[in-house]
Every structure is written in C-alpha cells, then in structure tokens.
C-alpha cells in the first residue's frame, strides 16, 4: 500500500501553514507508520481474527462477526468504523425504547457498565474487557480513516459535546488510542474527556506518540477503563 495524492494532501492540510515543515514531516512519517503496523498487525493477527470469529459462529450462527458504526473522521468526513461485534444485533432499538437506560447512558458520558448493559453479549463482555473488540479498527487505519495514535472517532451525538471546539477537534485523523484512553478511558466523562482531547491536539509529535503507544500497552494489560 502506498500514499496516494489524497492521502498526501491530507497530511500537507493537518499543519495548516506550508512554512511549517516539521508538523508536515511528522504528519507523513505518522502516515507511513501508520501503513506499515496496521499491514504487519493484520497480518500477524489473522489466526487470532479466526479463533474469535469461531468462536462468535458457534456461539451465534446467524450473528455477524464484525460490527461497522459510522463516525466523524478528519475534518468531519464520515467513515464506518469496524469493531467485533459486542452486542446482540438489535442493541440500538434496545437502548432508544429503554428511556430510563438511554438517560443513564448519556448522563454517564454515553456508556454503561458491561454488568448493566444488556445489549452485551457474554463473548462480546470479554472481547471488551480484554480490548479484543478494538483489533479489526487496524483495517481502518491500513485505509487512512484513522491512526494508530489520536483522538477518539465519535458519532455525532458525542461530537455535540465539544461546542464550540468541534471543528479543533476534527482537524486530527482519529486514533485507535489516545491521551484520553491512557489517562482513564471510560472512567473519564465529558467535560474532562474533551479537555484530553484537545490537549494531544494541540501538543501530537512522535515522542507524544510514543508515550502513548507505550503506556496503552499497560493500560490493555490491566484493563483499566475496559466496558
């Protein structure tokens, strides 16, 4: 795979002025790096990717294996965003008919514990424990519809939560993990989460990056933050 003419303005774009040569530089690094862990990381993980597919057929025959959800990327460009699926199929009717359940949901910065949620699956409640429901997002950062690193892609009724910062926000690919995920993950609410956010927004170089990547691999092991 390759860095098409699009990608490459999309890249050239995220530093806003030409003259700064060191946030381009970074950006098109970023996008290589990018290519090259989703290829390898899909590669290496198909085995993986039949053992949980397997397993979700014979728990669920009928049921589909990954679940697709449309969320905003760069500059506000929409993309379906792949996971596992963690819930059962009619999850969404589930969660608008139930208006106690749908407040608690929103109140809580849109999630419910896995324990109360019954939209949950029994696989899908150790998929999301161990992070496993996350892996097939790689598909999307191997298209360029997110990173390995950035903030995290959210639907629309989230993107609300940002006011007046919505359009800073979108200025970045979204990421797999982020400064907020590291720093909490679900443990962390709006209006907290969107101050993370914003902060690897404004402050993305590799060694944030870095730091990043290294303290998600801690926080997947100790499933901290994992609904």
């Known amino acids: 795979m390759s860095l098409d003419k699009e990608e490459i303005s999309d890249v050239m774009?995220?530093?806003?002025?030409?003259?700064?040569?060191p946030k381009i530089i970074y950006g098109l690094i970023k996008r290589i790096g990018d290519i090259l862990a989703s290829s390898i990381g899909l590669i290496i993980l198909i085995p993986l990717f039949l053992i949980v597919a397997l397993i979700m057929k014979c728990s669920e025959p009928t049921a589909p294996?990954?679940?697709?959800h449309t969320r905003n990327g760069k500059k506000g460009k929409k993309f379906k965003m792949y996971k596992f699926r963690t819930m059962c199929q009619d999850a969404e009717s589930i969660l608008m008919k139930d208006t106690a359940l749908?407040?608690?949901?929103?109140?809580n910065g849109y999630k419910l514990e896995t324990h109360e949620d019954p939209r949950i699956t029994k696989i899908g409640g150790i998929l999301r424990k161990t992070s496993l429901d996350e892996l097939p997002q790689l598909i999307n950062?191997?298209?360029?519809q997110m990173s390995l690193v950035g903030p995290r892609p959210l639907p629309d009724r989230?993107?609300?939560?940002?006011?007046?910062?919505?359009?800073?926000f979108l200025s970045v690919k979204p990421g797999m993990t982020?400064?907020?995920q590291v720093s909490g993950r679900s443990t962390i609410g709006y209006p907290e989460r969107c101050h993370l956010e914003l902060y690897y927004v404004e402050k993305s170089?590799?060694?944030?990056?870095?730091?990043?990547l290294l303290k998600t691999i801690g926080i997947v092991l100790k499933r901290v933050g994992a609904h």
């Open 13 to 21: 774009t995220y530093s806003e002025l030409t003259s700064h040569k």
């Open 65 to 68: 294996i990954f679940f697709s």
């Open 102 to 107: 749908f407040a608690k949901f929103k109140a």
């Open 141 to 144: 950062v191997c298209l360029g």
């Open 158 to 168: 989230e993107i609300i939560e940002y006011g007046d910062n919505q359009e800073k």
């Open 178 to 180: 982020g400064w907020w």
């Open 205 to 212: 170089c590799f060694t944030f990056d870095v730091l990043i």
